[in-house]
């Protein structure tokens, strides 16, 4: 209930409030601002007044938001100002599998460190498809719930912060990435025809991430300069990961002049704009993982050998090459804070064009008529 009273010269607004603290117990307060000197201004800030402006006030928790319009407030306050589409999209399909998963949480209310919990744990249970989740996978999906629920907290929606009281699994050794050795990379190469081979050199002396290969155009190159371009393509709705995955990378020097056929090839083909291709048209980033984990199941290499290993031997390699930390830093598009800091405000030029020699890999090359 709210009324209007007159004290001196201004007239004042005041609300009776009753809320709920965090034992559950009733709670009356009485809510008061000034509003003017005047009764017909007063008066008609009385009629748009709302009670939620009372509970902004005390900070009182939001009650009865229906638990999708809690997470459609969150992708458009929060994720499409800060995320790109491909992220939006993976978002979403998470909050799909929270809901099928958890349908007993029907308010914003109920999205609590209790909900969380319980999906974690009927995610390992039920998997996906009869197939056991790995725990990597689970950290993914409740991460993005973590999330939700910090954001949720602020807002206001929630009365405690459960991103603190939600742990993930621990992931074993086996999940963790691990760097190929030079005859598991030429038994992977030998085995694949273009464009994957052409990828996988891609991600291993240039230490590029899967979508950022799949999404090179041949304008993206330039062989006078030695240098391939990262940057956002709004007309294909692609961004880099973040701000600082667009980057210029110098061409590692045992792979130039192949890189420069397959241009070359592609140029007089002129099948596509897109410097990797297949039949069907450009590379995708799920063919080319799919495609990867086939070939590694064939050879019977090692388990944690993925496609993304290919990153993570660069970054290996540049390390034991003796490469400054900041260098291999820019050539890896790395946002780390700490290394942010050392990279972005300290580095001038293009010195770190060097430490792409010092990814030392010992294999045999493709020869390009392999690759048609």
Known sequence: MS??????KKYYLYTRVITINDKGKRIKKLVGKVLS???????????????????????????????????NRYC???????????????????????????????????FTDEALI?????????????????????NR?????????????????????????VEKYSTEDSEQKKPFTDEQFQMLLDRAEFPYNTAYLLGIYQGMRRSEICYLERSDFDFNENTITIKAKPALNWYPKTSGSARILPI???????????????????????????????????GLTSQTTQFLR????????????LRHTFATRIQEGGAPLRKASKLLGHTN????EQVYTHFQGREHFDAISSVKIDVELPKISQTR
């Open 118 to 138: 319980n999906f974690k744990l009927r995610r390992k249970e039920n998997g996906i498809n009869k197939r056991k989740l790995k725990n990597a996978s689970i």
């Open 141 to 165: 999906e409740l991460g993005m719930l973590k999330n939700l629920a910090r954001w949720g907290y602020k807002r206001r929606y929630l009365k405690a912060n459960y991103y603190d009281l």
């Open 252 to 286: 590692h020097p045992k792979i130039r002049q192949y890189l420069k056929n397959i241009y070359n090839r592609g140029e007089k083909e002129n099948k596509s704009s897109f410097f990797l291709y297949t039949k069907l048209g450009q590379l995708q980033p799920g």
């Open 337 to 340: 804070t700490k290394i942010t």
């Open 37 to 71: 000197s005047d009764k017909q201004i007063s008066q008609e800030a009385l009629k748009k007044h709302t009670l939620q402006e009372d509970a902004d006030k005390l900070g009182i928790v939001k009650r009865n938001v229906p638990i999708d319009e809690f997470f």
């Open 76 to 110: 458009k306050e929060y994720s499409e100002g800060k995320k790109r589409q491909l992220t939006i999209l993976r978002d979403n399909q998470i909050w799909i599998r929270f809901r099928q998963t958890c349908p007993e949480v029907v308010y914003a209310e109920q």
């Open 3 to 8: 009324y209007i009273v007159k004290r001196g």
């Open 298 to 309: 064939e050879l019977n290499l090692p388990k944690g050998l993925s496609f993304h290993s």
